[in-house]
């Protein structure tokens, strides 16, 4: 069955340090990959994407996701992490299968002090 | 503004009650979505539809049963047969089933059954 792993449940940050959150899918074809973030108390919003062309993606706010397909990969990088960056942030996959629906990771908690 | 409507966004609910939570979208999408959201669970799809009067369902759809007779509306309903049905409920809508698979969603209904 397609799934999507997420390595961290949880990581906590003091503000400045850089932080790499793991995705890694199942599929071994094409895919669409996301990475969707929730603010406490807010809905879920789009934070990059990946469809083609260049594996390194940018996204809002600083962030910024690589695509590597022989690892079946798409993680999440920022180089110096804000207060506001406490967050859930999830990792979604496309299968590219006409019909389907977007398969989520379980989320990662990032909390971050100041 | 285009969007997503949940509501309720808070619901109580008594044990053997049947519920029903509204989606409505006025972004002209043609696919719909529910997932439910439970702390370390990440998003899981219940039902999705690709166009109207037409609905599949996901992989937590027992206990679970929707409708689509209209293009914008997307409600779902929480049977008594769900054994553990207290949650955060998520509706969501992209352009087209099969395209890029990039969702937007609702703000997302809590659901407690007392």
């Known amino acids: 069955a397609q799934s999507v792993s997420q390595h961290n449940h949880h990581v906590i940050l003091s503000e400045a340090a850089s932080l790499e959150l793991g995705c890694n899918y199942s599929?071994?074809?094409?895919?669409?990959l996301f990475w969707y973030v929730q603010y406490p108390g807010q809905h879920l919003q789009l934070l990059l994407k990946?469809?083609?062309?260049?594996?390194l993606v940018k996204g809002i706010k600083g962030f910024e996701a690589e695509f590597i397909k022989s690892k079946f990969s798409f993680n999440l990088r920022k180089p110096s992490v804000q207060w506001s960056d406490t967050a859930e942030y999830f990792c979604?996959?496309?299968?590219?299968?006409?019909?389907?629906?977007?398969?989520f990771g379980k989320g990662t908690t990032l909390s971050v002090s100041s | 503004d285009g969007g997503i409507t949940q509501s309720p966004k808070y619901l109580f609910r008594k044990e053997g009650q049947n519920v029903t939570l509204s989606c409505e979208q006025n972004?002209?999408?043609?696919?719909m979505y529910w997932y439910r959201q439970d702390p370390g669970q990440g998003l899981r799809l219940i039902y999705y539809s690709q166009i109207v009067n037409d609905f599949q369902k996901g992989d937590i759809a027992e206990g679970y049963s929707v409708s689509r007779e209209k293009k914008e509306s997307f409600p779902l309903t929480v049977t008594s047969a769900q054994k553990n049905p207290t949650a955060f409920y998520l509706c969501a809508s992209s352009i087209r089933a099969g395209g890029t698979g990039e969702l937007f969603f609702g703000e997302g209904s809590r659901l407690t059954v007392l």
């Open positions: 972004l002209n999408h043609d696919a």
């Open positions: 599929y071994g074809g094409t895919v669409n």
């Open positions: 979604a996959v496309n299968f590219n299968q006409a019909g389907t629906a977007l398969i």
């Open positions: 990946y469809f083609s062309g260049d594996p």
